[in-house]
């Protein structure tokens, strides 16, 4: 069974290479009104510029996974704050773009928790279609809107789960189709176990994006995690891709949903060993708060048991 590894955003490897460098609306209005947009640029041009650099890294380290940070343009979709963030760096994007497909490299965008269709408010419905229009417009500079995905958590419950998923898929509706079809969804460790969530891919025709750390913070007893990933596979049939998953580790028992620093080889072996009796490769992003230095570990510790073999730099015969 082949496993490729990927990280997310910033390479701590490499200095001073943060994408996700930002800029508060405070301190905008704060700026004189000629100093605000290229202070805008600037930040932009860094992330970007920054971005490049992960993804020579990536390539160096043999690497095929990558997540864009969501945070490469500062004050994109703010109300009060109109520029453009494409025209004047089409030829970074061009450059990003080149080489993820020159290279064969798997990237994402993951928004954050914000961003979604569960709620009865139209406003947050409005911003959740503008925020993944922001990262649906990146990946089309890039040239990437037709492989990439935006990975997406179902959302709140509200108090009444049914009537939350019943606005999902009408909420959802308002979300342009060629954004929808590079959309994927998320278990997530308090609300919607995997069933639920596999539930509403299958009803939408939306890939599930499975995480394992999520599922073992929030399943019933009736899941059994054998036959829920026939049905998680099968949301990917047809894209020419392998299923998708996120790794990581409790950071405590008591922090138990929140990731550590590293992936314990120990907490996720038992779910890789369920994978590889299906048989069925699975790219696998990284969670944890030393990324690219936690994959890479990661990877070699589970190289290091018998029978597995090292490939790639980020890629296993498990």
């Known amino acids: 069974m082949i496993i490729r590894f990927g990280y997310v955003a910033h390479a701590l490897s490499l200095w001073e290479a943060t994408p996700a460098k930002t800029m508060t609306f405070s301190r905008y209005k704060k700026l004189q009104e000629e100093e605000r947009l290229p202070e805008l640029q600037r930040i932009t041009r860094l992330n970007l510029q920054h971005t490049l650099r992960a993804i020579h890294y990536n390539i160096a380290h043999e690497i095929p996974l990558y997540r ?3 945070s490469l343009v500062p004050l994109a979709t ?23 497909k020159r290279h064969e490299l798997r990237t994402s965008f993951h928004p ?9 408010k139209p406003h947050v419905t409005e911003n959740a279609v503008k925020d993944m229009e922001y990262h649906y417009a990146l990946l089309k500079v890039m040239g990437l809107h037709h492989e990439s995905h935006i990975n997406l958590h179902i959302g709140g419950a509200y108090g009444d789960k049914s009537a939350a998923l019943e606005r999902f898929h009408e909420n959802i509706k308002q979300l342009p189709d060629p954004i929808k079809k590079q959309m994927t969804l998320e278990n997530d460790d308090k609300t919607y176990t995997t069933t639920e969530t596999l539930e509403v891919c299958e009803k939408e025709g939306i890939p599930m994006m499975f995480d394992y750390h999520h599922y073992m913070a929030n399943h019933t007893a009736e899941e059994d995690l054998a036959e829920l990933l026939p049905r998680f596979y099968e949301t990917w049939s047809g894209y020419g891709l392998p299923p998708k998953v996120h ?3 409790p950071k405590s028992e008591g922090a138990y949903r929140s990731h550590a620093d590293h992936v314990d080889e120990a907490f ?4 890789l060993k369920i994978v590889k009796q299906t048989e069925q490769p699975i790219d ?14 990661l990877v070699e510790d589970l190289a290091a048991q018998r ?7 980020a890629e296993l015969d498990f």
């Open 268 to 271: 996720v072996t038992p779910f």
């Open 284 to 297: 696998v992003m990284i969670e944890a708060k030393e990324k690219d230095r936690a994959l890479l570990k």
């Open 78 to 100: 703010h109300d009060e704050v109109e520029w453009d963030y494409i025209t004047p760096f089409q030829e970074l994007y061009a450059e990003i773009g080149t080489l993820v």
């Open 112 to 120: 954050n928790q914000f961003t979604l269709f569960t709620s009865d």
């Open 307 to 313: 029978g597995v073999k090292r490939l790639k730099g």
């Open 247 to 249: 790794l990581s580790s």
């Open 68 to 70: 864009f940070s969501s």
